[in-house]
């Protein structure tokens, strides 16, 4: 697997941009104040920043991190176990088919119980009709953890869409003119000048006179790192969202290998099924430990 899709640069981005959208509300208060006082003067204001929006848009990523900070760690537990359960299973199945002489027998005629999870308590009083029924039961394991992923996926996705709906509006409102009545100067650059709005980062000192040159500066430097927050945030969105289509894939894939038998399937075929199996189910044991790792990272 690609590392890259689940990294620590990537939480970081998302961390980042979910900060800087929780800690907006002063300025867009000192904003609005601001707007009022500028357009009661006979200004023909242009629309500032929809401040409510970008409120509930903060509200909605924090309870996404928390999503996050929650099925990251569940996923990578779900993962490990059900792999555990794969791999024991694999094992045991070629230590018991291991005889040349009769890998054209069929799995109908392995005795179930002969294998760990047949003889676990989740079975209750029922017992295994055979070796197939074990291989659906793995099978149903490895798809449990489809909940752990949806859950991920939908909170990555839902600060997508504050990114991308929400956030490149609030930028794209920085970088346009105040009033479309006087001397074309942008919004980010009113608020230089005015040295009272504190947007986050913004690196301003109100007790200093800056000259026209600098507040433009200034207000390029500003749109830039937004703008870099967006871009670094956007791609973490894409790298994590491919990450569960990838995970979901693999899993499904060892799952329809582990379950594509019956009980006419000879030793052989089943175990060529099984060798299938492995490749995708050793990278989800990767994908599994990445997450572990990166749950123990987040905060």
């Not at 299973?89 to 070629?94: A, L, N, P």
């Not at 009545?181 to 009113?190: Q, R, V």
């Not at 599994?288 to 123990?296: E, I, K, N, P, R």
């Amino acid at each position: 697997m690609q590392n890259y899709l689940l990294d620590e640069d990537g939480f970081d981005s998302l961390k980042r941009y979910i900060d800087f959208l929780g800690s907006l509300s002063p300025a867009l208060k000192e904003i609005t104040n601001y707007t009022a006082l500028i357009a009661r003067s006979g200004h023909k204001m242009l629309l500032p920043p929809d401040a409510l929006l970008l409120e509930k848009a903060g509200e909605a990523n924090k309870l996404a991190w928390q999503a996050i900070k929650i099925s990251v760690p569940m996923l990578g537990n779900i993962c490990r176990d059900s792999i555990v359960d794969a791999r024991l299973f694999i094992d045991e199945f070629r230590a018991l088919t291991q005889d040349e002489q009769v890998l054209r027998s069929k799995i109908a005629d392995i005795d179930p119980m002969k294998f760990t999870l047949a003889k676990l308590p989740e079975w209750g009083a029922g017992m295994p009709g055979g070796v197939g029924d074990l291989m659906i039961e793995v099978g149903r394991r490895l798809a449990q953890s489809e909940t752990a992923i949806k859950a991920f996926e939908q909170a990555v996705i839902s600060i997508g869409t504050t990114l991308h709906n929400i956030f490149v509006r609030f930028i794209e409102s920085l970088s346009i003119h105040l009033c479309s009545c006087h001397e074309p100067i942008t919004k980010i650059e009113s608020y230089y000048a005015v040295g009272k709005i504190d947007l986050p980062d913004m690196e301003h000192d109100p007790n200093r006179n800056y000259s026209q040159e600098e507040r433009k500066q200034n207000a390029r430097l500003y749109l830039a790192r937004l703008n870099n927050i967006r871009a670094s945030a956007a791609s973490a969105v894409d790298n994590l969202t491919d990450f569960c289509y990838r995970l979901q894939y693999l899993l499904a894939l060892s799952q329809s290998k582990l379950t594509n038998n019956h009980p006419s399937s000879t030793w052989a075929r089943s175990n060529a099924l099984l060798t299938m199996a492995e490749g995708p189910l050793l990278e989800v044991s990767d994908m599994s430990d990445q997450l572990l790792v990166m749950s123990g990272k987040l905060v």
